[in-house]
């Protein structure tokens, strides 16, 4: 996800994801931007460079999760910092008066890296990425939704076949 911000009035502006079944990458990808609730703040902005006039031209937030829905079809759903992700996504259903599928499985390969790896100083998702030498074909700039989960997808299939 890529949000306006990082408090509870901010909202989402990008969704990005990446299918994996049965621990092998499918190709089928999932990208939208959204029309936001209120403006980017500099610091998101510094981020993913993504602007409030290119914003202003995609549909809405509510749309975007509607099809994300239907395309993630109750799959588990796999975030960084989930705890980050998991409350953006949350409130913004709730905007929506949209909810998630009951039993929807979540999991964070943040939690899983620093449990792996409990030394290590940063847990981030290019500290783990790089840590772990996965990812290494997406040299990025700014973050964004998909390429961030391209690579989350390397980590997370990287972490998962760890003895």
Not at 1 to 15: A, M, P, Q, V, W
Not at 23 to 45: E, M, N, W
Not at 132 to 149: E, I, M, P
Request: net charge neutral.
């Amino acid at each position: 996800l890529e949000t306006t911000g990082f408090s509870r009035e901010d909202g989402i502006i990008e969704i990005g994801a990446v299918e994996i079944v049965d621990g092998i990458r499918t190709g089928c990808l999932f990208q939208s931007f959204a029309y936001p609730l209120k403006d980017v703040h500099p610091c998101a902005f510094a981020c993913h460079r993504l602007s409030d006039a290119f914003l202003r031209t995609q549909p809405k937030a509510e749309t975007v999760l509607k099809s994300f829905l239907r395309w993630a079809d109750g799959a588990p759903l796999v975030a960084h910092n989930l705890s980050f992700d998991f409350r953006m996504l949350c409130q913004e259903m709730d905007r929506a008066g949209l909810s998630l599928p009951n039993g929807q499985q979540i999991f964070c390969t943040m939690k899983y890296y620093r449990r792996l790896f409990p030394n290590r100083t940063s847990a981030s998702l290019d500290a783990a990425s790089t840590h772990l030498g996965v990812g290494k074909l997406f040299h990025r700039k700014t973050h964004g939704a998909l390429v961030d989960s391209e690579v989350l997808a390397q980590l997370f299939l990287h972490l998962t076949a760890l003895p």
